[in-house]
C-alpha cells in the first residue's frame, strides 16, 4: 500500500530533510518557501562548472561541455556589463532558434542581473517589433532569420541599443558577431542579485489574446527547479523506492531531448535549468520531427524527452519507432496541454522501461504547479498530480467562494512561484493576481487526496442550448479510438443551439477513418449532445504554435471556410 500524499510530504519536507520548508516573505508576502532552494540563477551557474568537461549541450555536430559552457557565459556577461553598459534590471532579448547560444546567452544575462526577455522564435516581424518595444530591451541577440524579421522596423526601437548576430561569419553594419564576444577568457561579473529580483520576461503564448509579458524572479525560477527534484523524490518514496535525496541510489546523469524552445518556461525552467543542475546532456533539435527524434534517442542513448502530449503521441505512432531503439528512456514527460488518459497506456507499452509523466503549470506558475509520474499516474490518468508543498491551491465559484471537493470552479493558485505580474500591464495584473492568488483560466476539480483535475479552459467551454461541453472530456474520448493520434474540439457557430460542437483530428499513418465511423463510435462513451456534429479528419498535423499547444481560433477557421 503507498504511502499517502500527506505521509510522503511529511517526510520529505521535515526539519533537516532535503526538502525542508519554511514560512517566509516573497514580494512582500508570506507563504511557504523551499529552505534549501538556490537564492538565484548565479548559484546553480556557478555549481555547474564542477562538471568540467562532461558533455552539456549537443546540436547535431557540435558538442559544448560545460567547462566551454561556462567560459562562454563568463566572456559574453563580462561584455554586456563592460562593452556595452548593461545594468541590473536592464533587459536583454533573446529572439533565435534552439542553438547552443540560447542558454549561453540566458545565463550571461541572468548571472549580471540583466532580465532576460526570450522572444518566440516563430513570431513574425511585427510580432518580434512588439516583444522589443513593450521590454523596452537594451540589447537583441538573435540569429540572422529573427533579425531580418525585425530589421526594418529597428530605427523605431528607441530603448534598443546593442544588437548581437549568431551564427554570422560576417555581420550587417550596426550589429556585433556573437563569436567575437564569447572567444575570449573572462571572470563572472561579480553583481549581488536578490532572490526577489527580476530575472525574465516570458510573454504568453497569445492563443486566447495579444502576448503578455509575465515578469519572473530569481526565486521563482529557483523555486521550479527544486520542486522538480521534490516530485521525483515523492514518487520514489510514495511507492517503496527510497529516493536519491534520503540516501537512495543516484540515479545515472540525464540525458534529455528537448522538444519544445527555450523561450518556452517549459524549455528553460523545467528542462535547461534542472538538466543543468544535475550536470546532465541536453540533446537540441533544429526543429521537432518524431523521426529525428528517434533517431537521437538511439544515438545518444536518450534517457528523457516529452514536451506536449501531441508530441508524445506522434513518436508513438512514427513508422520509425519499431525500427529504432529506446531502450535507454527512463522518463516520458510532459505538459502544456491537457493529455488523454489512453495516452498513458499506450506509453507503458511502447516505453515498458520508462515512467510516463505530466505536470500542470502556466507561464505565470513559472512553469511547474503540479507533477504526477510512474504509479500514480497510471493510477490517476486523467490528474496531473497533487500540488507541490510550497503551493496553495483552491477551486473557486463564479462568486469567488471556495467550493467542496469534487466541484467544478477556477483554479486558483497561491506561492512562491507566481510571477510578479505583467510587464507594463497593471489593468491585466489586477484582473489575473489577486491578493497574491494567480486567477489561472482553467477549470478544475480536487479529489479528497489532493489529486488535481484539469476540466478545460475557461474561454473554451462550449456553451450548446445552455449545456456546457468540456473539450477536454470529448477530445479524451476522440483519444481512445486507437486510429486517432491528435484531437481537437472548438465550437462552431448555430444559429439557435448558439454552439455546436466540432472536431478535427488526425488519424495515425495508414489508417482509415471518417466522421462517421467516429461519431458511431463516441455514442455511449458521450451524452449525444456532446458528440461533435461535425468532424474534420485529416492525415496531416493539426496546426500548432511554438510551444505546442493546438491553436484552436485557426482549427474553427479553418473549419467555418471549409463549410
Not at 533539435?285 to 503521441?313: C, D, H, K, S
Not at 483560466?441 to 479528497?448: H, P, S, T, V, Y
Not at 481537437?488 to 483530428?505: F, I
Amino acid at each position: 500500500m503507498p504511502l499517502s500524499l500527506a505521509e510522503t510530504t511529511a517526510r520529505l519536507t521535515a526539519p533537516g530533510a532535503p526538502f525542508e520548508m519554511v514560512e517566509g516573505e516573497a514580494l512582500g508576502r508570506r507563504m511557504r518557501l523551499w529552505k534549501y532552494a538556490a537564492s538565484n540563477l548565479r548559484e546553480p551557474l556557478l555549481a555547474a562548472e564542477a562538471f568540467g568537461d562532461d558533455e552539456f549541450i549537443v546540436y547535431q555536430d557540435e558538442r559544448v561541455s560545460y567547462g566551454e559552457f561556462r567560459r562562454r557565459v563568463n566572456a559574453l556577461a563580462a561584455a554586456l556589463q563592460g562593452q556595452f553598459g548593461v545594468a541590473k534590471g536592464d533587459r536583454v532579448a533573446i529572439a533565435m532558434r534552439n542553438l547552443p547560444e540560447w542558454p549561453v546567452s540566458f545565463f550571461a544575462a541572468t548571472a549580471i542581473g540583466a532580465v532576460a526577455v526570450p522572444l518566440n522564435g516563430w513570431w513574425t516581424g511585427p510580432e518580434l517589433h512588439y516583444g522589443l518595444a513593450d521590454s523596452g530591451a537594451k540589447v537583441l541577440i538573435a540569429d540572422a532569420q529573427r533579425w531580418e524579421r525585425a530589421r526594418p522596423r529597428r530605427s523605431e526601437l528607441t530603448d534598443l541599443e546593442t544588437v548581437i548576430l549568431v551564427g554570422t561569419a560576417v555581420h550587417p553594419e550596426g550589429t556585433v558577431r556573437f563569436a567575437e564576444l564569447t572567444e575570449g577568457e573572462a571572470g563572472l561579473p561579480d553583481v549581488a542579485i536578490d532572490p526577489d529580483d527580476p530575472a525574465t520576461i516570458f510573454y504568453t503564448s497569445g492563443t486566447t489574446g495579444f502576448p503578455k509579458g509575465a515578469l519572473g524572479t530569481h526565486r521563482n525560477i529557483a523555486t521550479n527547479a527544486h520542486s522538480l527534484a521534490f516530485g521525483r523524490a515523492r514518487t520514489d518514496l510514495r511507492h517503496g523506492r527510497v529516493p536519491a535525496a534520503l540516501g537512495g541510489p543516484a540515479p545515472p546523469k540525464g540525458c534529455v531531448l528537448l522538444s519544445v524552445p527555450f523561450f518556452h518556461v517549459t524549455g528553460c525552467h523545467s528542462t535547461l535549468l534542472p538538466t543543468m543542475i544535475g550536470g546532465g546532456k541536453l540533446v537540441l533539435m533544429y526543429r521537432w520531427n518524431p523521426e529525428q527524434a528517434l533517431e537521437l534517442i538511439e544515438r545518444e542513448r536518450v534517457t528523457a524527452f516529452g514536451g506536449v502530449p501531441g508530441m508524445a503521441w506522434q513518436v508513438l505512432e512514427s513508422p520509425d519507432f519499431a525500427k529504432r531503439d529506446t531502450s535507454s528512456i527512463l522518463s516520458i514527460g510532459y505538459g502544456g496541454a491537457p493529455s488523454a488518459p489512453e495516452l498513458v497506456k499506450r506509453l507503458r507499452q511502447g516505453f515498458p522501461q520508462g515512467q510516463p509523466g505530466q505536470g500542470y503549470g502556466l507561464t505565470e506558475t513559472s512553469s511547474v504547479t503540479t507533477q504526477i509520474s510512474a504509479e500514480d499516474y497510471v493510477d490517476h490518468p486523467d490528474s496531473c498530480g497533487p500540488a507541490v508543498p510550497v503551493c496553495d491551491v483552491r477551486v473557486i465559484g463564479e462568486a469567488g467562494e471556495t467550493l467542496p471537493v469534487g466541484a467544478v470552479g477556477e483554479l486558483l493558485i497561491y506561492g512562491p512561484n507566481i510571477v510578479q505580474g505583467y510587464w507594463n500591464k497593471p489593468a491585466e495584473t489586477a484582473a489575473s493576481f489577486v491578493d497574491g492568488w494567480l486567477r489561472s483560466g482553467d477549470l478544475a476539480r480536487l479529489d479528497d487526496e489532493g489529486f488535481i483535475y484539469i476540466v478545460d479552459r475557461v474561454k473554451d467551454v462550449l456553451i450548446r442550448g445552455g449545456e456546457n461541453v468540456y473539450c477536454s472530456e470529448v477530445e479524451n474520448a476522440l483519444y481512445s479510438h486507437p486510429a486517432v493520434m491528435d484531437a481537437t474540439v472548438v465550437g462552431l457557430p448555430h444559429r439557435v443551439l448558439g454552439e455546436e460542437v466540432g472536431a478535427a483530428v488526425q488519424v495515425a499513418p495508414g489508417a482509415a477513418l471518417n466522421q462517421a465511423e467516429l461519431q458511431a463510435y463516441l455514442k455511449g462513451k458521450l451524452a449525444a449532445f456532446k458528440i461533435p456534429v461535425r468532424i474534420d479528419v485529416r492525415d496531416t498535423p493539426l496546426p500548432r504554435n511554438a510551444n505546442g499547444k493546438i491553436m484552436k481560433p485557426t482549427v474553427r477557421e479553418e473549419m467555418l471556410a471549409a463549410s
